[in-house]
């Protein structure tokens, strides 16, 4: 059974840093294409970051230059590094798998950035 589980998250002032972790068992995850996504309350759920099983990285725009994307292949883990939080980043960041069109999500980790 594949699992995904987030972790990392907190309350953090504004202008402060964390890294998220998502662990993933049940799955052979280097063939996978990784993302983070976040969703806020009355929001919908938006990308944030992804990295394909070669590496390749994309970020939303709104992240860009303040938020890092990796993946630790041999721990099955995949990163995201936030800096430069602003409150407007407060939402639950979810982790997903994606491989040949089969996907599935975390439950989540929530960040909350304070002003």
């Known amino acids: 059974q594949v699992q995904l589980v987030e972790s990392g998250g907190g309350v953090v002032q504004s202008g402060g840093s964390l890294r998220l972790s998502c662990a993933a068992s049940?799955?052979?995850?280097?063939?996978?294409?990784m993302a983070w996504y976040r969703q806020a309350p009355g929001n919908e759920r938006e990308l944030v970051a992804s990295?394909?099983?070669?590496?390749?990285?994309r970020y939303a725009d709104f992240v860009k230059g303040r938020f890092t994307i990796s993946r630790d292949n041999a721990k099955n883990t995949v990163y995201l590094q936030m800096g430069s939080l602003k409150p407007d980043d407060t939402a639950v960041y979810l982790c997903?798998?994606?491989?040949?069109?089969?996907?599935?999500w975390g439950r989540g980790t929530q960040v909350t950035v304070s002003s």
């Open positions: 997903r798998r994606n491989f040949r069109a089969v996907s599935s």
């Open positions: 049940g799955m052979v995850f280097i063939i996978h294409d």
């Open positions: 990295i394909t099983s070669s590496g390749s990285i």
